[in-house]
Protein backbone atom coordinates (compact mmCIF):
# COMPACT_ATOMS: atom_id res chain seq x y z
CA UNK A 1 0.00 0.00 0.00
CA UNK A 2 1.32 3.44 -0.75
CA UNK A 3 -0.15 6.45 1.36
CA UNK A 4 0.52 10.26 1.55
CA UNK A 5 0.74 11.81 4.55
CA UNK A 6 -0.02 15.66 4.05
CA UNK A 7 1.68 17.65 7.02
CA UNK A 8 3.02 20.49 7.99
CA UNK A 9 7.10 20.62 7.21
CA UNK A 10 8.75 20.49 10.67
CA UNK A 11 11.75 18.60 12.32
CA UNK A 12 10.71 15.57 13.56
CA UNK A 13 7.75 14.72 11.94
CA UNK A 14 9.12 11.73 9.88
CA UNK A 15 10.36 10.67 12.94
CA UNK A 16 6.98 10.86 14.30
CA UNK A 17 5.12 8.96 11.36
CA UNK A 18 7.86 6.59 11.58
CA UNK A 19 7.72 5.47 14.90
CA UNK A 20 4.04 5.13 14.92
CA UNK A 21 4.71 2.80 12.22
CA UNK A 22 7.15 1.02 13.79
CA UNK A 23 5.02 -0.05 17.06
CA UNK A 24 2.38 -1.34 14.56
CA UNK A 25 5.40 -3.57 12.82
CA UNK A 26 4.67 -2.25 9.34
CA UNK A 27 7.79 -2.14 7.18
CA UNK A 28 8.08 1.22 5.25
CA UNK A 29 10.07 0.03 1.65
CA UNK A 30 10.49 3.21 0.31
CA UNK A 31 9.64 7.03 0.70
CA UNK A 32 9.48 10.19 -1.03
CA UNK A 33 9.02 13.72 0.48
CA UNK A 34 7.06 15.51 -1.68
CA UNK A 35 3.79 17.78 -2.93
CA UNK A 36 3.67 21.14 -4.17
CA UNK A 37 5.37 22.89 -0.97
CA UNK A 38 7.06 20.17 0.15
CA UNK A 39 4.00 19.49 2.48
CA UNK A 40 3.81 15.72 2.05
CA UNK A 41 5.24 12.02 2.79
CA UNK A 42 4.52 9.40 0.55
CA UNK A 43 5.27 6.20 2.05
CA UNK A 44 5.38 2.83 0.72
CA UNK A 45 4.02 0.17 2.91
CA UNK A 46 3.90 -3.40 1.25
CA UNK A 47 2.64 -5.07 4.26
CA UNK A 48 0.35 -2.54 5.46
CA UNK A 49 -3.50 -3.92 4.42
CA UNK A 50 -6.22 -1.64 4.78
CA UNK A 51 -7.44 -2.66 8.30
CA UNK A 52 -4.43 -1.57 9.43
CA UNK A 53 -4.71 1.64 7.78
CA UNK A 54 -7.81 2.51 8.87
CA UNK A 55 -6.85 1.62 12.68
CA UNK A 56 -3.61 4.33 11.99
CA UNK A 57 -5.30 6.85 9.76
CA UNK A 58 -6.83 8.46 13.31
CA UNK A 59 -3.32 8.02 14.92
CA UNK A 60 -1.27 9.71 12.22
CA UNK A 61 -3.87 12.58 12.85
CA UNK A 62 -3.18 12.80 15.98
CA UNK A 63 0.51 13.41 15.42
CA UNK A 64 1.22 17.16 15.49
CA UNK A 65 1.30 19.01 12.27
CA UNK A 66 -0.23 15.99 10.12
CA UNK A 67 -3.65 17.19 8.46
CA UNK A 68 -4.83 14.06 6.62
CA UNK A 69 -3.68 10.77 5.37
CA UNK A 70 -5.14 8.98 2.48
CA UNK A 71 -3.93 6.20 0.11
CA UNK A 72 -2.45 6.92 -3.06
CA UNK A 73 -2.10 4.56 -6.37
CA UNK A 74 1.57 5.59 -6.76
CA UNK A 75 4.76 7.43 -5.76
CA UNK A 76 5.27 10.66 -7.46
CA UNK A 77 8.61 9.01 -8.91
CA UNK A 78 6.99 5.98 -9.99
CA UNK A 79 4.27 8.39 -12.02
CA UNK A 80 6.46 10.79 -13.66
CA UNK A 81 8.47 7.16 -14.58
CA UNK A 82 5.27 5.61 -16.39
CA UNK A 83 5.06 9.62 -17.74
CA UNK A 84 8.20 9.52 -19.27
CA UNK A 85 7.90 6.07 -20.70
CA UNK A 86 5.09 6.56 -22.08
CA UNK A 87 5.70 9.86 -23.60
CA UNK A 88 9.52 8.05 -25.20
CA UNK A 89 6.71 5.15 -25.84
CA UNK A 90 4.73 7.70 -28.69
CA UNK A 91 7.85 9.51 -29.98
CA UNK A 92 8.42 8.59 -33.62
CA UNK A 93 11.95 9.66 -33.34
CA UNK A 94 14.76 8.00 -31.25
CA UNK A 95 16.02 9.34 -28.05
CA UNK A 96 19.33 9.52 -26.75
CA UNK A 97 19.64 9.47 -22.93
CA UNK A 98 23.23 10.06 -21.69
CA UNK A 99 24.02 10.09 -17.84
CA UNK A 100 26.03 12.52 -16.09
CA UNK A 101 29.18 10.02 -16.66
CA UNK A 102 28.76 10.33 -20.09
CA UNK A 103 27.68 6.77 -20.10
CA UNK A 104 24.38 5.97 -23.06
CA UNK A 105 21.53 5.31 -21.18
CA UNK A 106 18.92 4.30 -23.37
CA UNK A 107 15.46 6.08 -23.00
CA UNK A 108 13.34 4.72 -25.45
CA UNK A 109 13.32 0.98 -26.69
CA UNK A 110 12.80 1.28 -30.10
CA UNK A 111 16.61 3.42 -30.08
CA UNK A 112 17.97 0.46 -27.78
CA UNK A 113 17.09 -1.94 -30.36
CA UNK A 114 19.04 -0.12 -33.20
CA UNK A 115 21.82 -0.22 -30.70
CA UNK A 116 21.23 -3.88 -29.30
CA UNK A 117 20.72 -3.02 -25.59
CA UNK A 118 17.83 -3.57 -23.41
CA UNK A 119 15.90 -0.37 -22.49
CA UNK A 120 16.21 0.75 -19.26
Known sequence: M???VHCQNRIGILRDILDLLVAYGVNVARGEVGGEHGDAIYLHCPNLIN???QAL????E???GVFGVKRVGLMPSERRHMELNALLGALEFPVLS???GGG???GQSR???VAGRAGR
Open 2 to 4: RIK
Open 51 to 53: LQF
Open 57 to 60: RPKF
Open 62 to 64: AIT
Open 98 to 100: IDM
Open 104 to 106: DRC
Open 111 to 113: RCA
